[in-house]
């Protein structure tokens, strides 16, 4: 299957000829559907706080922060725009040209409500003589599009999200790469005023995420009173999955190289694992609104911090209770009341252990990273959602799960699917290390069975791609996991240009 020149080219991935094979069987044979026990929903493995308890959770957060961890906020930053602007290309290329669509009509609309307005202007005078207004006036709405989209103007159809200009200020704009900063110092900075974000990029915007960050760190600093320790790192080239032909070999490129591709956020548990830090807050580029909405953003931030904390304070205690051998029946029964009714982790057998056997139970389940997750309501967006699942170990534990992850022709779990209550905003934060100080090795704990195969095509030929386990998904299967209920202001993404107009990511 492989000559020579495949082994080298293995080689310089990272990678060897057994992984292929085995990726390419993966690809062949497809990953099961998970068993679902049900949809998690309030009082069934999501947490409603009281607000009564508030300030006791923000508290244990800003204590924790001031006594000396390190925190880092986690921001996966790799991914193009292209897809926001996916209404616009497709306007470039329409035989008409003014604008039709209802999209199309609202963007011109609000035009000069975007962030990006004024650069905008300037390039289409540089480029055209006349200003977007003048443009619009004669008809040349394709020619606005393409100075916002094309090399030759912005060049925003080319750029990830975290470059774009999102929000306007008084005095300034910013971009959500300027406005993950902003948050970090609203609830990530430790006892030394140090805010530690780290951005994972591509390799081609890497520079130029380093120039931003340098350019307004000064400025940042000055306004929050903090200072910034900005770190990049790429989707390692280990991760990439080979692609699988129509006959179920590896794709070859025309030059008879193996086609590999991305393998997805689930690669990213790479660089998660290569971070020295004790906690993470992980949140998606896109998801930020400007200063003036961000009050419920930091509460909630704070508060499942402070949850997070607590949670892993008691899971010490008891983890260092397990090891000294002197335990009563009474306390293994609080510690199983624990890691049943607050990690959701559960086996229907339990009861049939007892002593040093369901002592060392606990000990395993309690011993892993631990995160906590915030849940929105669901308003009926696509993608993930919040389940009590069954693992292969037999237990049922708490998992973000993807539609592809679940068999949608069973109708009681079609049911399960569609009338979940929650929706999963990729709100997390995660606690790196153990008991003993030491970090987990993440990698560990992957569910392999949770990735997905997505048909693609290349130069016109049909090809199979394999998706690694998500990193929020299968990628921290074997996790402890706690989720909270957080607020629909919390969750404020920008999936297309248009979103920008909402009024969440307005002036005041």
């Not at 800003?62 to 880092?72: F, L, N, P, R």
């Not at 480029?127 to 103007?153: D, W």
């Not at 300027?178 to 780290?198: K, N, P, Q």
């Not at 987990?440 to 704990?445: G, R, S």
Request: with cysteine; aromatic share 10%.
């Amino acid at each position: 299957m492989f000559d020579e020149k495949d082994l080298e080219q293995f080689k310089k991935k990272g990678t060897n000829a057994e992984s292929v094979k085995a990726q390419l069987e993966l690809i062949k044979k497809g990953f099961p559907f998970l068993e679902l026990e049900a949809a998690a929903s309030v009082g069934n493995g999501i947490i409603a706080v009281d607000e009564s308890k508030f300030d006791s959770y923000i508290k244990t957060w800003d204590t924790y922060c001031a006594s000396g961890h390190k925190v880092t906020k986690f921001v996966p930053a790799s991914g193009a725009a292209s897809r926001m602007f996916k209404d616009l290309f497709a306007f470039l290329d329409a035989p008409y040209s003014v604008p039709t669509t209802p999209f199309e009509k609202s963007f011109f609309d609000g035009i000069s409500k975007f962030a990006f307005y004024k650069d905008l202007d300037v390039a289409c005078t540089a480029n055209e003589g006349k200003s977007i207004r003048e443009l619009i006036s004669a008809g040349s709405y394709k020619t606005v599009v393409a100075n916002l989209l094309q090399s030759k103007g912005l060049n925003y159809g080319a750029l990830p999200k975290g470059l774009l200009k999102f929000h306007s200020y008084s005095s300034t704009t910013r971009t959500p790469l300027e406005e993950h900063m902003a948050e970090g110092a609203m609830y990530a900075s430790g006892a030394d005023g140090t805010v530690h974000l780290h951005f994972t990029v591509s390799t081609e915007h890497r520079e130029l995420f380093k120039n931003l960050a340098d350019s307004c760190a000064k400025a940042m600093s000055k306004r929050y009173g903090t200072t910034y320790d900005i770190t990049f790192s790429e989707q390692k080239p280990s991760t990439d999955t080979v692609a699988a032909a129509a006959d179920g070999g590896p794709f070859r490129n025309d030059d008879g190289s193996i086609l590999f591709r991305p393998g997805g956020h689930g690669a990213l548990i790479e660089n998660l694992n290569d971070m020295d830090t004790d906690i993470v807050f992980i949140k998606n580029i896109d998801n930020v609104v400007p200063d003036h909405l961000k009050t419920d953003t930091v509460t909630y931030k704070k508060l499942l911090a402070g949850i997070l904390v607590s949670a892993q304070n008691k899971v010490f205690d008891y983890l260092r209770l397990l090891d000294s051998g002197k335990y009563t029946p009474q306390q293994l029964k609080n510690i199983c009341k624990f890691v049943t009714d607050t990690l959701c982790c559960r086996r229907k057998d339990i009861d049939k252990l007892e002593g040093k056997e369901l002592a060392a139970w606990l000990h395993a389940k309690l011993n892993r990273p631990l995160r906590v997750c915030g849940m929105v309501k669901n308003v009926g967006e696509p993608g993930g959602g919040p389940f009590l699942a069954y693992n292969s170990d037999g237990t049922i534990s708490l998992q973000i799960l993807e539609s592809s992850q679940i068999d949608l022709n069973d109708p009681r779990k079609k049911e399960m699917f569609t009338g979940g209550t929650h929706f999963n905003p990729v709100d997390l934060v995660c606690a790196l290390r153990g008991y003993k100080g030491t970090r987990f090795d993440l990698p560990k704990y992957v569910d392999p069975a949770t990735g997905f195969i997505s048909s693609k095509s290349k130069n016109g030929r049909e090809l199979k791609a394999l998706e690694l386990p998500g990193l929020w998904n299968g990628a921290m299967s074997d996790w402890n996991t706690i989720f909270v209920e957080v607020p629909l202001t919390t969750f404020n993404p920008v999936k297309t240009v248009n979103d920008l107009l909402r009024p969440q990511h307005q002036p005041a």
